[in-house]
T-cell receptor
Framework: DAGVTQSPTHLIKTRGQQVTLRCSPK?????VSWYQQALGQGPQFIFQ???????QRGNFPDRFSGHQFPNYSSELNVNALLLGDSALYLC?????????????FGSGTRLTVV | QKEVEQNSGPLSVPEGAIASLNCTYSDRGSQSFFWYRQYSGKSPELIMF????GDKEDGRFTAQLNKASQYVSLLIRDSQPSDSATYLCAVNLETNAGKSTFGDGTTLTVKP
């Protein structure tokens, strides 16, 4: 049973550039949430996608956008990168009603902005 | 005040001891509660979830919930060096079942 897969694992970008991160949810899961985790902090909610629509959004600027495809996979796009966007980006999959049963996380994408 | 608060630690216990990790939350509407374990450089892994007041046991782990006092705790019995990790508490609101709000975690070190 495939877990959550994320790509790439590491990425180095220059300030001002744009980046796209990808996620395939666990088999049987149809909801994808994205989190940003800075060093020494807990994951911060960016947004959640269900049925190809953004269902919830956290306190992140519009530079952060996403998409969900019919096969439930998802992308996170960040425009006009800032040094402060350097973090571990985590994709978490779940069932829509089973946010109450917790997430399955991918291994994450480590983004470094220089 | 942060929505979910945890002592950052580090918490150090000897091998075989009971480790006690605590978490408080601010929103009384919170309905479901989770503990995740995160090894250094890895992603979080779900350990337990609890919805009702009281205790829930799973192997060496016990989650305890007290909604009146707005705290949730995790007890690890017979702690092993492999339990050394950061433990994240997460909370879901009833009306936002899909979104979890995380604390910043407590780092646990189990010394042989």
């Amino acid at each position: 049973d495939a877990g959550v897969t994320q790509s790439p694992t590491h990425l180095i970008k220059t300030r001002g550039q744009q980046v796209t991160l990808r996620c395939s949810p666990k088999s049987g899961h149809d909801t994808v949430s994205w989190y940003q985790q800075a060093l020494g902090q807990g994951p911060q909610f960016i947004f959640q996608y269900y049925e190809e629509e953004e269902r919830q959004r956290g306190n992140f600027p519009d530079r952060f956008s996403g998409h969900q495809f019919p096969n439930y996979s998802s992308e996170l796009n960040v425009n006009a990168l800032l040094l402060g966007d350097s973090a571990l980006y985590l994709c978490a999959s779940s069932l829509p009603s089973a946010g109450s049963y917790g997430y399955t996380f991918g291994s994450g994408t480590r983004l470094t902005v220089v | 005040q942060k929505e979910v608060e945890q002592n950052s630690g580090p918490l150090s216990v000897p091998e075989g001891a009971i480790a006690s990790l605590n978490c408080t939350y601010s929103d009384r509407g919170s309905q479901s509660f989770f503990w995740y374990r995160q090894y250094s450089g890895k992603s979080p892994e779900l350990i337990m979830f609890i919805y009702s007041n009281g205790d829930k046991e799973d192997g060496r782990f016990t989650a305890q919930l007290n909604k009146a006092s707005q705290y949730v705790s995790l007890l690890i019995r017979d702690s092993q060096p492999s339990d050394s990790a950061t433990y994240l508490c997460a909370v879901n609101l009833e009306t936002n079942a899909g979104k979890s709000t995380f604390g910043d975690g407590t780092t646990l070190t189990v010394k042989p």
